[in-house]
């Protein structure tokens, strides 16, 4: 069974950073680009960033790019969002998933980031 | 980056079908058959249902179905059921090398 196990949310200051942490069990995990969506709660969901199965490509949604980096480690399972200059904005549950282009097919449950004074 | 358009809300009785609307761009909805559509129910996370225009993952009920025609998808549900009673978000691979979601679809099973 594919698990996705986020952590790391919290509480910052705008301009503040945090870095997402998501914990991968129960499939191939190099074999496989992983994604961050966010998702303000009682709005839509929003696509952020992705990365390739090898770690060698990175994408970004435009409201991200220059302040968030995505990186994985396939010796560990693990996959990472380091979230810097955050701003009020960037307020929502964030969630990990397995897959990019095609399709999304499993999803963590999220971790809650509130950018706040 | 812009969402792809899905209406807000659509509705509908036990045992019907309804159709849900996603429209995009040439750069992506248009560009290629990458579009996925995903069930949310309240709390909790988002689940795919349909990918790559018109297939079903494993498990998922073949009263779900998809197509496209040009910069527009569509996700039809035959045979309403109370348990679709949900938020259903489009989304699709776009000529950039990113995604983008529609803003969602709240479906009302009456």
């Known amino acids: 069974e594919v698990q996705l196990l986020e952590s790391g949310g919290g509480v910052v200051q705008p301009g503040g950073s945090l870095r997402l942490s998501c914990a991968a069990s129960g499939f191939t995990f190099s074999n496989y680009a992983m994604t961050w969506v966010r998702q303000v709660p009682g709005e839509g969901l929003e696509w952020v960033s992705a990365v390739s199965s090898s770690g060698d490509s990175t994408y970004y949604a435009d409201s991200v790019k220059g302040r968030f980096t995505i990186s994985r480690d396939n010796s560990q399972n693990m996959v990472y969002l380091q979230m810097n200059s955050l701003r009020a904005e960037d307020t929502a549950l964030y969630y990990c998933?397995?897959?990019?282009?095609?399709?999304?097919?499993?999803w963590g449950q999220g971790t809650l980031v509130t950018v706040s004074s | 980056q812009s969402a792809l358009t899905q209406p807000a809300s659509v509705s509908g009785s036990p045992g019907q079908s309804i159709t849900i609307s996603c429209t995009g761009t040439?750069?992506?909805?248009?560009?290629?058959?990458?579009v996925s559509w995903y069930q949310q129910h309240p709390g909790k996370a988002p689940k795919v249902m349909i990918y790559d225009v018109s297939k079903r993952p494993s498990g998922v009920s073949n009263r779900f179905s998809g197509s496209k025609s040009g910069n527009t998808a569509s996700l039809t549900i035959s045979g309403l059921q109370a348990e679709d009673e949900a938020d259903y978000y489009c989304s699709s691979f776009t000529s950039s090398s990113t995604w983008v979601f529609g803003g969602g679809t709240k479906l009302t099973v009456l």
């Open positions: 040439s750069s992506d909805v248009g560009a290629y058959n990458y």
């Open positions: 998933a397995k897959g990019y282009v095609t399709m999304i097919d499993s």
